[in-house]
């Protein structure tokens, strides 16, 4: 029986909203540190309200590196629940 399983329907609902909510919260960080760390690496022109052609291109880049790494960082930590699930749960610590 999983943990789950012993819970009510109610406290399995309020579990799961507490679970959205949490993700909802991570990913508006995540969001929000990536729009502060590529604004303050690349936009150095206040002088216009839209942005110059070299400040658009270092954003997308920055946006296109933080994307590729989150990704690659997923896939990393998947690998390793990964090889950890199949060894029993020993991997960690030894």
Do not use: H, P, W
């Not at 990536?34 to 270092?58: A, I, M, P």
């Not at 990964?82 to 749960?89: D, E, F, L, R, V």
């Amino acid at each position: 029986m999983s943990g789950m399983d012993m819970l009510s329907q109610a406290e399995q609902r309020e579990l799961q909203g507490r679970m959205e909510k949490k993700q909802m919260k991570d990913f508006m960080n995540m969001y929000s540190n990536l729009v502060q760390r590529c604004f303050n690496d690349c936009v150095t022109d206040f002088t216009s309200k839209s942005l110059l052609g070299k400040e658009e291109g270092c954003v997308m880049r920055c946006v296109d590196k933080f994307l590729k790494s989150s990704e690659r960082l997923g896939e990393r930590f998947q690998e390793q629940n990964a090889a950890m699930a199949q060894q029993g749960g020993m991997g960690v610590g030894r």
